[in-house]
C-alpha cells in the first residue's frame, strides 16, 4: 500500500509509542522511513527500535527548538528527493495541569502544553510543504477529549480541540498542492504519555464496558488507520478527524 512512499515519523518513545505501532505499519506495507526522537533520554531506545525494521535515518528533534526542526528538515531533503508522508504523534502537559482541576490551569502550563502538542503540528507540517513536491498526507493524533469534557485531560482537551482545528485550516491551505492533512482519534491506550492523565485506566475499563466492540483500541489498529490514510486509498479525505476507538464516540451513555 505504501511501495516508494518516503515517510517521517515524529514521537516514538519506546515499543508502546503509538508512533512506532505507525512505523511499524508503514514498514510493512512497503513505505520508506525516517524516525524522530525527541531527546538523548530517548535516544538508545528509538535507535534499537528503527534497527528492528532497518531504519537508518534517526533524527534528534526536541519541537520547542525551532533549530532542531530546520535541521531534521534540510537532513530529509539531503537524504530524500521529495518527502510523501509526516506522522506527527507528539504531545506533553506538565503535570500539574493533569493534576490540578482544570480552572486552576496556570498561563505558563496552558502554553508549554500548546506549544508542544499543537504549534509543532503547524511547525512540522510548515517545514514538510516544501518536500511534498509531488503532494503527500500529514497525520496527527487527536483524543475525543476535545470534544467532551473528560475528567482529568483538563488542558491536553483544550489542545486537542485547538489541534483539530489545525487539522481543517491546513486541509484547506495545502488542498491545491495536493497536501491532505487528517487526524486519527484513537481510544485510551497505555502508553508512556497516556500514563501522565489521571484515570487513564479507569477510562480504558469504561471503553471496554460501553464501546460497541467491547473492548479497547490496540496500537498496531492506529497503525493500520494511518497506513490508510498515507495511502492512495485515502487520496479524497482531507480536514478529517477519523476515530480509531471500537465505536466509543458513537455512543450517548
Ligand atoms: N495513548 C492514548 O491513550 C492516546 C489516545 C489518543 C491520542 N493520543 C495521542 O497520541 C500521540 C502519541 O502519544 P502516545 O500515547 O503514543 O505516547 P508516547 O509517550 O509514546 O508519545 C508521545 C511522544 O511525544 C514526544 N514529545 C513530548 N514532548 C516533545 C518535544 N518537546 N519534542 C519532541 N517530542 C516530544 C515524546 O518524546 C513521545 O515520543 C499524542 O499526541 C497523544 O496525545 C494518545
Redesign the pocket.
Known amino acids: 500500500m505504501l511501495q516508494g512512499k518516503k515517510i517521517a515519523v515524529?514521537?516514538?518513545?519506546?515499543e508502546?509509542?503509538?508512533?512506532?505501532?505507525i512505523a511499524k505499519a508503514i514498514h510493512e506495507h512497503g513505505g520508506e522511513l525516517a524516525l524522530?526522537?525527541?531527546?538523548e533520554?530517548?535516544e538508545d531506545t528509538?535507535r534499537r527500535l528503527a534497527q528492528s525494521i532497518n531504519v537508518e535515518m534517526v533524527l534528534a528533534?526536541?519541537?520547542?527548538?525551532d533549530d532542531?526542526i530546520t535541521g531534521v528538515f534540510e537532513r530529509l531533503s539531503q537524504n530524500w528527493d521529495r518527502l510523501d508522508g509526516l506522522v506527527?504523534?507528539?504531545?506533553?502537559a506538565p503535570a500539574t495541569a493533569l493534576r490540578n482541576p482544570f480552572l486552576q490551569t496556570t498561563r505558563e502550563d496552558f502554553l508549554v502544553a500548546h506549544?508542544?502538542?499543537v504549534f509543532?503540528f503547524l511547525a512540522l507540517t510548515r517545514a514538510a510543504v516544501p518536500l511534498m513536491q509531488s503532494g503527500g498526507s500529514v497525520i496527527?493524533?487527536?483524543?475525543?477529549?476535545s470534544q467532551r469534557a473528560i475528567p482529568g485531560y483538563n488542558v491536553?482537551g483544550v489542545?486537542?480541540a485547538a489541534?483539530e482545528a489545525c487539522v481543517r485550516y491546513l486541509a484547506a491551505e495545502l488542498g491545491d498542492k495536493n497536501i491532505r492533512v487528517n487526524a486519527?482519534?484513537?481510544?485510551?491506550?497505555?502508553?508512556?504519555?497516556?500514563?501522565?492523565?489521571p484515570g487513564?485506566l479507569q477510562?480504558?475499563e469504561i471503553m471496554k464496558e460501553r464501546a460497541p466492540l467491547k473492548r479497547s483500541?490496540r496500537?498496531e489498529e492506529?497503525g493500520n488507520a494511518a497506513v490508510f490514510l498515507l495511502s492512495d486509498y485515502a487520496s479524497s479525505i482531507t480536514g478529517e478527524i477519523l476515530y480509531v476507538d471500537c465505536g466509543y464516540q458513537a455512543m450517548g451513555m
Open positions: 515524529f514521537g516514538v518513545a519506546n508502546f509509542s503509538i508512533a512506532w505501532a524522530t526522537y525527541q531527546n533520554r530517548f528509538v528533534c526536541d519541537v520547542s527548538q532542531q506527527h504523534s507528539i504531545a506533553f506549544d508542544i502538542s509543532s496527527t493524533l487527536t483524543y475525543l477529549g491536553m489542545c486537542k489541534l486519527l482519534s484513537p481510544g485510551p491506550i497505555r502508553t508512556l504519555a497516556a500514563r501522565g492523565v487513564v477510562m480504558i483500541t496500537q492506529v
